[in-house]
């Protein structure tokens, strides 16, 4: 059988599937993501031999964080200090002849919203509230790029925001008003000094109205027709984090069509079939 194999490198797990050729996850597995790099690559190796039992590797998908390279399939995750430089696309090809596409893990999660997760529209916007914030945007089925073919990062993007802790709100790029530093699991057990899950009502009000804010924002900014929220934030929070925040977006879309916005129905894995969809683009091309 030829398959694709993924890859979605996080800084505390890894996780590796095979696909078939439509795109159905055969077999998977996950390990610790290991902080020398070396034992990282080696265990990614070994996973790839897990998930392939034998069949013909067509090409390779890899979902991790940024900032990386996606032309030359190098990466440096920020989270990852002994991951820096790594050129991942050329070791893969030297090991298994067969190519391998690299993206930010979130630019990987909008494409599986787009191939499998239902969500085919021309304008597509998939962010994620996990241990930050990030997201992706795809223009008719291709992934937009900023300046250089740089990244936008969504999350660093400042809102006029509520918290009875502002003092409290502080981002790691340095900056004080940002989305990541408000509504993010880091951002959150900062501001709270407790996990989402153990947020009461009126703390989960200030995330939600803050989540409408940045909501508001992304529609003005971009016009989709459709946001999906994914991260464990995000889907623990469910409706009662939703709602409350689409209404404030919805009242506050004055001058663009306000967006329809839902839960990712692909769960915890979003990045990892997205790294199925970058295997499949890799040998299309």
């Given at each position: 059988m030829k398959i694709f194999v993924g890859l979605d490198i996080g800084g505390t797990k890894l996780l590796v599937c095979a696909a078939n050729e439509k795109g159905e996850v055969l077999r998977r597995t996950s390990r610790g993501t290991p902080l020398p790099l070396q034992e990282g690559l080696d265990a990614l190796y070994e996973m790839v031999a897990e998930v392939a039992a034998g069949d013909e590797i067509l090409a390779f998908g890899a979902a991790a964080g940024g900032p990386l390279d996606w032309k030359n399939g190098i990466v440096s995750p920020l989270h990852q200090p002994e991951w820096q430089d790594v050129p991942l696309g050329r070791l893969f090809k030297e090991r298994y002849d067969c190519p391998l596409a690299v993206e930010v893990d979130t630019d990987a999660a909008v494409l599986a919203e787009y191939q499998f997760g239902g969500a085919r529209v021309s304008r597509l916007l998939y962010i994620t509230m996990s241990t930050g914030v990030g997201g992706g945007l795809l223009l008719d089925g291709e992934l937009y790029r900023g300046q250089g073919g740089s990244h936008p990062e969504v999350g660093h993007l400042g809102i006029a925001y509520r918290c009875a802790h502002a003092e409290r709100i502080e981002?790691?790029?340095?900056?004080?008003?940002?989305?990541?530093?408000?509504?993010?699991?880091?951002?959150?057990?900062?501001i709270y000094g407790k996990p989402a899950q153990n947020l009461d009502e009126a703390e989960w009000s200030e995330v939600s109205y803050n989540l409408g804010q940045a909501l508001r924002s992304y529609s003005a900014l971009y016009a989709p027709d459709l946001i999906v929220l994914g991260g464990g934030v995000a889907v623990g929070g469910g409706q009662r984090l939703l709602?409350?925040?689409?209404?404030?977006?919805?009242?506050?879309?004055?001058?663009?069509?306000?967006?329809?916005?839902?839960?990712?129905?692909?769960?915890?894995?979003?990045?990892?079939?997205?790294?199925?969809?970058?295997?499949?683009?890799?040998?299309?091309?």
């Open positions: 981002c790691e790029c340095g900056a004080g008003d940002c989305v990541e530093a408000i509504i993010s699991g880091n951002g959150i057990r900062r709602e409350p925040a689409i209404r404030l977006m919805q009242e506050h879309c004055k001058l663009v069509p306000a967006p329809e916005v839902r839960l990712s129905d692909l769960g915890y894995e979003t990045a990892l079939y997205g790294s199925v969809a970058l295997a499949m683009r890799a040998k299309a091309e």
